[in-house]
């Protein structure tokens, strides 16, 4: 904001986008037979003035148990 103070509805509506991002990336993961997401990260980016981007990232990998010793 201008004054320096946090604008609590920007700040769920990013936090919002964030867990939509997340969901995503699982579903994406799970459709690819993944288990697991290693290496998470989200980016954003505003496009123009007035929209923000938000993108979670990760490698999706197929996690097993360890062998018993």
Do not use: C
């Amino acid at each position: 904001s201008i004054v320096g103070g946090e604008i609590k509805e920007y700040t769920e509506l990013l936090e919002e986008a964030r867990r939509h991002a997340v969901d995503r990336m699982v579903q994406n993961a799970t459709a690819m037979g993944a288990n697991g997401i290693i290496m998470m990260r989200f980016d954003s980016s505003e496009i123009g003035n007035t929209m923000s981007e938000i993108v979670a990232y990760g490698t999706a990998v197929v996690l097993e148990p360890a062998p018993a010793a």
